[in-house]
């Protein structure tokens, strides 16, 4: 790839559950045709779904960019939605603020962030409740 | 042995098979999809009574080798239709989860 770096965005629709997804789908495709190991395409692909659907269940909705660089993917996911009071247990697995009619639709377990920071190098959160969430993950190649 | 061999040996029913020949590694059953996420493995099975369209995308994303709803659960039209656009095998079981997966078990 030389020196460039490769850059997209997605916006994410907070009305539409059903379309949340997409925009890790598309990302999926586009790592393919790069031509990334299977397991890189995974790992970005899951952890950027997990972030999507956050925005999607708690944020109203947001925007992620993907930026392909010579030695790491990089996910920048941000929106304006109610922000994070504490981090730290946001990271614990199992913890949710989740409602039922999200928890039916078989989300909310609580594995989103911990799933993130599992699949990913590095994953740095940066929120303020009332102003939203801005999360930059990376996955070395 | 493929999808569609599996189909054969189980009587597991099709809604959609556009991928027929995706071999099967395993199976994996869970109705969490965060769970899945990060524990299932590629071209595994996936048996669950979910059937929103997320389920798709979680298969999509890992690349496993079909669906298996479970419990006759009602199977929305939009599903079977976005299965179809999105190569993704669709399968039903009468069983409950259990059930099914003994079954699997028996022929993998
Ligand atoms: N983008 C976000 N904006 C506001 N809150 C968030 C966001 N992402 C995660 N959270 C908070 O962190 C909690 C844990 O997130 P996660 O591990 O993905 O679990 P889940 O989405 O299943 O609740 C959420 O329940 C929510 O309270
Ligand atoms: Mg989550």
């Known amino acids: 790839m030389g020196n460039e770096s490769l850059y997209y965005r997605f916006d994410v629709d907070g009305e539409n559950f059903t379309s949340a997804g997409e925009a890790s789908v598309q990302t999926k495709r586009i790592l393919r045709r790069v031509g990334f190991s299977p ?5 970005v692909s899951i952890a950027m779904y997990e972030g999507e ?12 960019e993907l930026f392909i660089e010579e ?9 304006h939605g109610p922000g994070i009071e504490n981090i730290d247990l946001a990271m614990q697995e199992g913890y949710s603020t989740a409602p039922d ?18 699949y990913t190098d590095s994953m740095e959160i940066e929120s303020k409740v009332g102003e939203g969430t801005k999360i930059t993950m990376t996955v070395n190649v | 042995m493929t999808v569609r061999e599996l189909v054969d040996r189980t009587g597991l029913t099709v809604l959609v098979l556009p991928d027929g020949d995706h071999e099967v590694s ?22 669950t009574i979910m059937t929103n369209i997320n389920v ?7 690349d496993l080798s079909c669906v298996i709803i479970c419990e006759d659960a009602e199977v929305p039209p939009e ?21 099914t997966c003994v079954r699997l078990s028996s022929v993998l």
């Open chain 1, 39 to 43: 397991d890189i395409i995974k790992r």
């Open chain 1, 53 to 64: 659907i956050n925005m999607v269940i708690h944020a109203c909705g947001g925007v992620v």
């Open chain 1, 71 to 79: 030695d790491k993917i990089k996910i920048i996911l941000t929106d």
């Open chain 1, 101 to 118: 009619n999200i928890r039916s639709l078989g989300f909310g377990a609580g594995m989103g962030l911990p799933n993130m920071k599992r």
């Open chain 2, 26 to 47: 395993g199976v994996y059953a869970g109705d969490l999809l965060s769970w899945v996420m990060g524990r299932a493995k590629e071209s595994q099975a996936f048996v």
């Open chain 2, 56 to 62: 798709l995308a979680v298969t999509a994303l890992l």
């Open chain 2, 79 to 99: 599903l079977i239709r976005s299965a179809e656009e999105k190569g993704i095998n669709l399968l039903r079981s009468d069983a409950p989860e259990y059930e």
